[in-house]
């Protein structure tokens, strides 16, 4: 395996790093400026990356839409889209659904999911709560309908790359709490010194930054491996992914809390979004310490 990224990989990044810098939401306040929304929204169909699948991008390259997305927290669909295209590439407006629900649902009519090789389709229905402030969560409407099926080796590739966005997703959520707690403990001070200066903050920052870093290690070579690796091989490096990223994440983002001190208990704190979003990505497609070797079942 080759860690490093080509040139197009790298412009893919950054062009997504943008696109959540610029028009991702940097409050709590800015998640209902519908205006802004709507931008996004535009902007993100403009780029085609909810269909990456489908226009031959590999599971690395997917990987790093989403992480961008997850760090900046992009507040349309792109991650339930994705995993929709890879299943249903000619099915328009669709997100995916799991354990009951319909995922990513902003925009959406509906809902597809992979029952061993068969893929089902289902409406999307009211609003269901949910602990995420960046993505809408919906129960399902109507009746499933099976509309294909695929191969078992396609199954077990889908079943991976679900495994591996949703790390990504994670992955950015927790870089974007990092980066928000350094940030404010770079500014905010205490007995006429930043708080960043302190060892007992600092501390809690470099061990973030390392989980982080880890994170990315075992993200990298599972997003390689949907495309790369048999699926047995493949299936186990996204759960190992999976697993690492969801408890590192609940970490960093927890600490970003705790760096924030009392504010970073209220409302108006960006770093409890992120959380939020870290704790329903681990959710979604989770994975139990007991089945990292439990092969293709």
């Known amino acids: 395996m080759d860690v490093r990224l080509t040139a197009e990989q790298r412009q893919l990044r950054d062009a997504a790093a ?20 709507a931008r996004l929204e535009k902007a993100v169909e403009a780029t085609a990356w909810r269909a990456l699948r489908s226009d031959g991008a590999s599971g690395v390259e997917v990987a790093l839409v989403v992480e ?10 792109i991650l339930g889209p994705l995993l929709a295209d890879d299943l249903v590439p000619d099915l328009s407006s669709a997100t995916v659904a799991a354990a009951g629900r319909a995922w990513d ?22 609003l269901a709560p949910g602990a995420d402030l960046t993505r809408r969560t919906a129960e399902l409407c109507g009746t499933s ?22 790390s990504a997703d994670l ?25 960043g200066s302190y060892q007992a903050v600092a501390h809690l920052l470099a061990e973030g930054l390392a989980l982080i870093e880890g994170s990315v290690s075992v993200l990298r070579h599972a997003a390689w491996a949907v495309d790369e690796l048999p699926p047995a091989e493949a299936l186990r490096a996204a759960r190992i992914a999976k697993l690492y990223c969801a408890r590192a994440a609940r ?16 409302w108006e704190c960006l770093a409890h979004v992120h959380l939020r979003r870290a704790l329903t990505s681990a959710d979604l497609f989770p994975v139990r310490l007991e089945e990292i070797d439990r092969g293709l079942s």
């Open 145 to 166: 309908e099976e509309i294909g099926t695929v191969t078992a080796e396609a199954a077990h590739r889908w079943r991976t790359l679900a495994l591996v966005a949703t």
């Open 171 to 195: 992955v950015g959520a927790a870089r974007g709490a990092h980066t928000l707690a350094c940030d404010y403990a770079r500014i905010r001070e205490q007995y006429g010194r930043t708080i």
């Open 18 to 37: 943008r696109l959540a810098d610029d028009l991702g939401p940097g409050s709590v306040l800015a998640l209902d400026d519908a205006d802004r929304v």
């Open 105 to 126: 649902t902003r925009g959406m009519r509906h809902a597809v999911a992979l029952a061993g090789n068969r893929v089902l389709s289902t409406g999307i229905g009211p």
């Open 68 to 77: 961008e997305f997850g760090r900046g927290l992009v507040d349309v669909p």
């Open 251 to 266: 970490t960093v983002c927890e600490t970003a809390v705790q760096v924030h001190g009392g504010i970073g208990n209220t």
